[in-house]
C-alpha cells in the first residue's frame, strides 16, 4: 500500500488504518454489542497481513478491552504497526463514564494505556472530546509534557472545532484531527477540513461507512434487530426517516461498485479519502472476512463521472 505523511509528523501510514471501537465488545455505554476476541484478534492480524499499518484505538473502548486485544493480537508479530490512542474519557468501577482533561487524570490515562496496550510508547495520542472544554489548555499541555518525556511520539486531537484547534495551537503543534466524515455525515467539509489543511494537520476521518450503515450488509430488518447493548440502535442515523434515504445511497454506491468489483462500503471509504485535506480513514472490523470486503478501498478511485453522481444524489437528498 502507498503511504501519506501524517501531519507534521514523520509517520508515514496507509490509506486506512484499523478501528478498533467495535472489537471493544459490549456491555457498555457505546458499546456494539457482544464481540468475540478472537475473531478481534483474527481481524487485526489479517488488516496487517494485507498491508494496514497504523491501529487507531482508545482507552475507553470496551473499558480498557479494546487496548488490550490489540496487545493480543500483536504478541508475537515480527514488525508492529503504528498504535494510536486516546484519552479524555474516564470510567469508575461500575462502568460510568465521566470526562476529564486535568493534568494527573491525563497522566494516569496514558500510563494504563500503555500498560494494556504492552509498549513503551504511543505513536499517536489524542485528545478523544474536548470536554471539558474549560479544561482543553490544561489536556492540551500534558500532552505536550508527555511527547517531551518519550511516553508518545506525536499528538493529536479528535473531534475538535476550529475555535478549539486554535486553542491548542498557541500551546503546542498538533500532529492530527480525527473527525467523523462520511457521505452521511459531511459538516467537516464547510470550515474544519479547511483549515487542517492550511495548518499542515493531519487528517484521519472515523466512521466513514458510518458505523457500517454504507457497507451494504446492513437492512431496516438488521437495523431492528440490533442488540440492546448496541449504541447504534438509538441513532437518528439507524432510524426513519433517515434509515430509508441512507438504504437508498447504499444502493448508488453498490451499483457503482459493482462496476469495479468493489463493495459499498469501499465505495464510501474512497469517496473520503478523495478530499484532499483527508490523509487516511479509520475502519473498524470484526472478522477477517470484514477486513477483507473493505481493504480495497486503500487502492480504489473514484472518477469524475462517478463523483458527480454521488455529488447528484447527495444534492437531491439531502
Not at 499528538?155 to 503543534?173: D, H, T
Not at 431492528?224 to 449504541?231: C, H, K, V
Request: charged fraction near 25%; glycine fraction near 8%; proline fraction near 4%.
Amino acid at each position: 500500500m502507498k503511504t501519506k505523511q501524517l501531519g507534521n509528523s514523520e509517520l508515514q501510514i496507509t490509506p486506512i488504518g484499523f478501528g478498533a471501537w467495535a472489537i471493544g465488545g459490549g456491555d457498555w455505554a457505546f458499546g456494539w454489542g457482544a464481540q468475540d476476541d478472537q475473531q478481534s484478534i483474527a481481524a487485526i492480524n489479517r488488516a496487517l497481513d494485507l498491508g494496514v499499518n497504523w491501529i487507531d484505538t482508545a482507552a475507553i473502548y470496551g473499558l480498557g478491552h479494546s487496548e488490550e486485544i490489540v496487545a493480543k493480537a500483536l504478541k508475537g508479530r515480527a514488525e508492529r504497526p503504528y498504535i494510536f490512542t486516546k484519552c479524555s474519557m474516564i470510567w469508575n468501577e461500575k462502568g460510568e463514564i465521566g470526562r476529564s482533561l486535568k493534568a494527573d487524570s491525563v497522566r494516569r490515562e496514558v500510563e494504563a494505556s500503555l500498560r494494556r496496550l504492552n509498549i513503551e510508547t504511543i505513536d499517536l495520542y489524542q485528545i478523544h472530546w474536548p470536554n471539558p472544554d474549560a479544561e482543553l489548555e490544561e489536556g492540551w499541555k500534558t500532552l505536550s509534557q508527555l511527547k517531551d518525556e518519550g511516553k508518545v511520539r506525536y499528538i493529536g486531537v479528535s473531534n475538535f472545532n476550529v475555535e478549539q484547534l486554535k486553542r491548542a495551537q498557541e500551546i503546542a503543534p498538533i500532529t492530527s484531527l480525527q473527525p467523523p466524515y462520511s457521505l452521511v455525515k459531511r459538516d467537516v467539509e464547510k470550515d474544519i477540513l479547511p483549515f487542517c489543511k492550511e495548518n499542515n494537520i493531519g487528517v484521519i476521518v472515523y466512521s466513514p461507512m458510518q458505523s457500517g450503515l454504507l457497507t451494504g450488509a446492513m437492512t431496516s430488518e438488521r437495523v431492528a434487530n440490533l442488540p440492546d447493548d448496541d449504541w447504534r440502535k438509538n441513532s437518528s442515523e439507524f432510524q426513519e426517516p433517515r434509515l430509508s434515504r441512507n438504504l437508498k445511497l447504499v444502493e448508488m454506491l453498490q451499483h457503482i461498485g459493482q462496476q469495479h468489483g468493489r463493495s459499498p462500503g469501499e465505495v464510501a471509504i474512497a469517496w473520503t479519502l478523495n478530499n484532499p485535506a483527508v490523509t487516511a480513514a479509520i475502519v473498524g472490523g470484526r472478522n477477517s472476512k470484514q477486513v477483507e470486503g473493505i481493504i480495497g478501498a486503500s487502492e480504489f478511485r473514484l472518477n469524475e463521472q462517478e463523483l458527480k453522481e454521488i455529488q447528484a444524489f447527495l444534492h437531491k437528498n439531502p
